[in-house]
């Protein structure tokens, strides 16, 4: 079975400063991994995915993730960041490349930009 | 990418009456959707895989009978809430992924839909 933890559930952070979003995974087969941003009363959308090749991936908005598999991580980061980064992100897993497996999710990290 | 759309985005029901909320996939075929509930300040649990043209799997702890689920074409997938009573009451987000011939492994979600029953 998998599993993701997220290690911060919030992470208060000044505007224009770095920001790094810890995750880490738990599956004994190869997995996916990916980033969502949840903003208030709305659905998730996609940040960035990594599915394989090149460990650094980068995303939307000015994110990027590493995956390193030795340390099961895959930790979202960001180097200047703005108020309109104020939201939830989650980190989710599946290991399965065909669509009928669902991606199980960490418990979120709520990012507060503060002015 | 790929679009999909959740109805309605928010509702409000008295308890003991049911209420349905739609999933749609606007511009692929999604053989499987799943449904998510979400609590305040929690994570998204999944509650149900919706098979097109078979009976939705649902995981463990998750009441069929008042959940119920019905995928009926590639593009639509139901979930009925059943007698709602006021711990119904959440934010549930259905999802698709247009994986089934192993082009993409993406999950694409609806916008949520907030239930709220008095």
């Known amino acids: 079975a998998q599993s993701v933890t997220q290690l911060d559930s919030q992470v208060p952070v000044f505007e224009e400063a770095p920001v790094e979003l810890r995750c880490n995974y738990s599956?004994?087969?190869?997995?996916?991994l990916f980033w969502y941003v949840q903003y208030p009363n709305q659905g998730l959308q996609l940040l960035l995915k990594y599915l394989s090749g090149s460990t650094l991936v980068k995303g939307i908005n000015g994110f990027e993730a590493e995956f390193n598999k030795s340390q099961t991580s895959f930790h979202l980061r960001k180097p200047s960041v703005h108020i309109s980064d104020t939201a939830e992100y989650f980190c989710?897993?599946?290991?399965?490349?065909?669509?009928?497996?669902?991606?199980?999710f960490g418990k979120g990290t709520r990012l507060s930009v503060i002015a | 990418g790929a679009v999909v759309s959740q109805h309605p985005s928010w509702v409000i029901c008295k308890s003991g009456t049911s209420v349905k909320i739609e999933c749609r996939s606007l511009?692929?075929?999604?053989?499987?959707m799943f449904w998510y509930r979400q609590f305040p300040k929690q994570s998204l649990m999944l509650m149900a895989t919706?098979?097109?043209?078979?009976?939705?799997?649902?995981e463990q702890g998750v009441e069929k009978d008042k959940f119920l689920i019905n995928h009926a074409s590639l593009t639509l997938s139901t979930l009925t809430v059943t007698s709602a009573h006021p711990e119904d009451s959440s934010f549930y987000i259905c999802?698709?992924?247009?994986?089934?011939?192993?082009?993409?492994?993406?999950?694409?979600f609806g916008q949520g839909t907030r239930l709220t029953v008095v």
């Open positions: 989710a897993v599946t290991q399965g490349w065909s669509g009928n497996t669902p991606l199980v």
């Open positions: 999802s698709a992924r247009e994986g089934a011939t192993g082009k993409d492994t993406e999950a694409f």
């Open positions: 511009d692929f075929q999604a053989t499987t």
């Open positions: 599956s004994s087969v190869s997995v996916y």
């Open positions: 919706s098979n097109e043209g078979s009976k939705a799997t649902y």
